[in-house]
């Protein structure tokens, strides 16, 4: 229970972490960080009590394993939040080009 | 002047990597990492791994030679347009594979390939053919994502 | 029953093709682009055919047994969705032949362009909850890329700004989506309604997740207070990209996945219809009020959007079968004019180089088609007879006076007003009156563009005709779909052989 909690305040860092801070490449890190909370969640979703790896082994026998379904789904939530990562990178080294700054209060043209 | 920027970076001097130590060290271990990835990538029905981490690995491998020897070494090896068209190709061999299935009733559907006897490693029907696939596709696209990446110069700046 | 892959198959296939090919051959995106939408606009209409006697059709993928395996479900609403869908990227498709050829890579644009369109099919006919998670990532990320897709500074800060938003929306998503696993143990829609009837209704866990739901699908939509990225990206996209965003994106991921989850899923009750009314409303009233005040025709048209949507959210909040009927019927007459809107503008873009209504006037005298169409468009979103916008109003008005809201409707009478005062702004300001005199030579705009703006204004004029007997079953299976609420699950497990 105390896992699942953890997890949660690791979200709430990271969403600390896009609300407040100022340079792009720290809100880049933490939209990283709310990735990684939520898909640790995920897994740990799927823990059973005293159960092994799910892989099935032609020599021993298995009594008990966690959940397969989510280790699978969180390989495919990994996935796309690397293609969200390297899109995002790619567009603020390009908006530094065109700015001049990191610094998100002065990256304003777009108002009302 | 910006402070991010180092001072070499706007010169057109081709780029000579890092130390001998390094060079020598990717020397022995690129090699190594291709193969680990081409066996996760192979064994991906028997083992953890499968497609994504295998071509995570393969692309690995590429950085690794991108980092020790310089860009345009890397790009002697794959350049971006060979990075592109098997990025293509891995993309479309899967649709391939998953509309054959079509042909033979459903979506996805295995009618082509025997699944075998299991732990052997010709089993599991399409599974491994849709690794392979995604890992060229991974592979591929990682590498390409990563020269992009690098070959972004900026500028000079005029005052 | 075959055809419900091909929604996706097509797409795709095409966006890899185009990516191998594109480069080399010029003429390659562009017959792609005409064949492959065209055909999935013809199949989108047969799938209407099909499900003209309200059964369900359900696909096995894999021939693997649901809910072992993904299902694809096409019942009413799945191929009212459809044929909205593909019928505006088949136009806008015609329209992008000539308008990108100002940009360069006009194949890459097709990449993702086709990349979107196949994560929007899937949304619509997938019946698995995750597969539906995938599909919305692939749609939102590919629109994150065609936002920045001009590498301008405003386009790529308004691309930053999108993507973040919506990152933080997907991960809200997930985490729903993990909570819900949690609780129901199954990823398949029918099997989770289901499972969620057996709990005890008021459990908190749910409660939770619907918060989650409405926050991650709210900002996808746009609702109001989850709006703040839509006036930035939907002005700096390029126009046909503009069109489908505004168009055709925000209900697909945002109000089709909610009702969708709410309506056939979770189940409704009180509380969330009630939020539901309250989040259209205030979006309604604030979309109309910040547009008054803009100067940019697109940014205009932008905000104009949240108060539609607005619209369509507090119709489906209320819940009686004509309210719903009249929500379903704004969605796709929404679909239509904002996008001959948004064509519109590119056309004038196109034209005469500028957004800005300062300095236009008086583009009737040059640009006939386009001043023309954009008349009906303008007058259709307004709500003037007997164009189709009014009688998708009229029908909502009369839905909330039926449902005792008579405070709401005179809200909804107030906003339509509002609506034809800042679209008589737009059109004075940009099209009647004197020519400036910085336009005198500008030309009408090529024949690819004109056609597909013809045939908006053409379903404009005439989709009122979608109320009369003969053609408002289309519109009726769509709305029962959502009546059925939790029976949901029960036509899609008793239909998979």
């Known amino acids: 229970m105390i896992t699942y909690f953890l997890c949660l305040a690791l979200f709430c860092v990271g969403l600390y972490c896009v609300l407040r801070k100022?340079?792009?490449?720290?809100?880049?890190?933490?939209?990283?960080?709310?990735?990684?909370?939520?898909n640790l969640f995920f897994v740990l979703i799927g823990y059973r009590h005293k159960g092994r790896a799910p892989i099935l082994s032609s020599t021993q026998e298995i009594k008990n394993m966690v959940d397969p379904i989510p280790q699978a789904l969180v390989l495919t939530a990994i996935?796309?939040?690397?293609?969200?990562?390297?899109?995002?990178?790619?567009?603020?080294m390009r908006l530094y080009e065109k700015y001049g700054t990191f610094d998100i209060t002065k990256i304003k043209r777009l108002k009302g | 002047m910006n402070p991010l920027i180092p001072k070499n970076q706007n010169t057109l001097k081709p780029n000579p990597g890092m130390t001998l130590i390094v060079k020598v060290v990717t020397r022995l271990t690129v090699g190594l990492i291709l193969l680990f990835g081409i066996y996760i990538v192979l064994h991906g029905h028997l083992s953890p791994g499968?497609?994504?981490?295998?071509?995570?690995i393969i692309a690995l491998s590429f950085i690794h030679l991108t980092l020790a020897f310089g860009k345009d070494f890397a790009l002697r090896k794959l350049s971006e347009s060979k990075a592109s068209l098997l990025e293509s190709l891995g993309a479309i061999m899967f649709l391939t594979i998953a509309t054959l299935g079509f042909l033979g009733g459903y979506f996805f559907y295995n009618f082509f390939i025997s699944k075998g006897k299991p732990f052997n490693l010709f089993s599991a029907g399409i599974i491994p053919l849709c690794n392979i696939a995604i890992c060229l596709k991974v592979g591929a696209g990682l590498f390409a994502i990563f020269l992009v990446l690098i070959l972004f110069r900026l500028p000079e700046k005029k005052e | 029953m075959y055809i419900l892959p091909l929604f996706v198959v097509i797409p795709l296939g095409g966006a890899f093709l185009i990516s191998l090919l594109g480069k080399r051959m010029k003429a390659i995106p562009d017959s792609l682009g005409f064949i492959c939408t065209g055909s999935l606009f013809l199949f989108s209409l047969f799938s209407v055919f099909l499900t003209s006697n309200m059964e369900v059709i359900v696909y096995k993928v894999g021939g693997w047994v649901p809910p072992i395996g993904i299902c694809m479900v096409l019942d009413g609403l799945t191929s009212f969705m459809l044929v909205t869908l593909n019928l505006v990227s088949f136009l806008v498709a015609i329209y992008s032949v000539s308008y990108m050829e100002r940009y360069t890579d006009k194949w890459k644009f097709y990449v993702l362009f086709f990349l979107m369109l196949a994560g929007m099919n899937g949304i619509v006919v997938t019946g698995d909850l995750f597969n539906l998670f995938v599909f919305l990532e692939i749609a939102s990320i590919s629109s994150y890329a065609l936002v920045a897709f001009g590498t301008e500074e405003e386009e790529l800060e308004a691309?930053?700004?999108?993507?973040?938003?919506?990152?933080v929306a997907s991960s809200f998503i997930l985490l729903g989506i993990a909570l819900l696993y949690s609780i129901a143990a199954t990823l398949n829609m029918a099997d989770i309604s289901l499972e969620i009837a057996k709990l005890q209704s008021s459990s908190r866990i749910l409660k939770f997740i619907i918060v989650l739901f409405i926050m991650g699908?709210?900002?996808?939509?746009?609702?109001?207070?989850?709006?703040?990225?839509?006036?930035?990206?939907?002005?700096?996209?390029?126009?046909?990209i503009s069109a489908m965003l505004s168009g055709v994106l925000i209900k697909v991921l945002g109000v089709y996945a909610l009702i969708r989850i709410f309506f056939n899923v979770i189940g409704t009750d009180k509380t969330i219809l009630s939020i539901l009314i309250i989040l259209g409303i205030i979006s309604m009233i604030m979309g109309a009020f910040l547009a008054i005040g803009q100067k940019d025709m697109k940014r205009m048209l932008a905000y104009s959007s949240i108060s539609q949507i607005g619209y369509i959210i507090?119709?489906?909040?209320?819940?009686?079968?004509?309210?719903?009927?009249?929500?379903?019927?704004h969605l796709i007459n929404h679909a239509v004019f904002k996008s001959l809107l948004f064509?519109?503008?590119?056309?004038?873009?196109?034209?005469?180089?500028?957004r800005n209504l300062d300095e236009m006037g008086g583009l009737n005298n040059r640009l006939i088609i386009t001043g023309h169409t954009s008349l009906i468009g303008s007058m259709s979103i307004s709500g003037i007879p007997p164009l189709s916008g009014f009688w998708s109003k009229l029908l909502i008005i009369l839905a909330a006076v039926q449902a005792k809201y008579v405070g709401l409707a005179i809200v909804a009478i107030l906003v339509s007003i509002l609506t034809l005062a800042y679209y008589l702004r737009l059109q004075r300001d940009a099209f009647f009156g004197r020519l400036n005199e910085r336009l005198k030579a500008i030309k009408e705009v090529p024949w690819t563009m004109q056609v597909s703006m013809?045939?908006?204004a053409f379903v404009c004029i005439f989709g009122g005709l979608m109320l009369i007997p003969f053609l408002r079953p289309f519109l009726h299976n769509a709305a029962d779909a959502l009546l059925e609420g939790r029976n949901y699950a029960g036509l899609v497990l008793g239909a998979v052989k």
Do not use: C
Request: proline fraction near 6%.
């Open chain 1, 22 to 38: 100022r340079n792009l490449i720290k809100i880049i890190i933490g939209l990283g960080i709310i990735d990684y909370a939520v």
């Open chain 3, 314 to 329: 507090f119709a489906i909040g209320i819940q009686t079968p004509l309210a719903i009927f009249a929500g379903l019927f």
């Open chain 3, 217 to 240: 699908f709210g900002l996808k939509a746009a609702l109001i207070p989850f709006h703040a990225w839509l006036p930035d990206a939907h002005p700096s996209a390029p126009a046909p």
């Open chain 2, 50 to 56: 499968g497609g994504f981490a295998g071509g995570v």
């Open chain 3, 343 to 354: 064509l519109n503008s590119g056309a004038v873009e196109y034209s005469a180089d500028t």
């Open chain 3, 159 to 167: 691309s930053f700004k999108y993507a973040i938003m919506g990152s």
């Open chain 3, 454 to 456: 013809l045939i908006l």
């Open chain 1, 79 to 92: 996935v796309i939040g690397l293609a969200v990562t390297a899109l995002i990178v790619a567009i603020a």
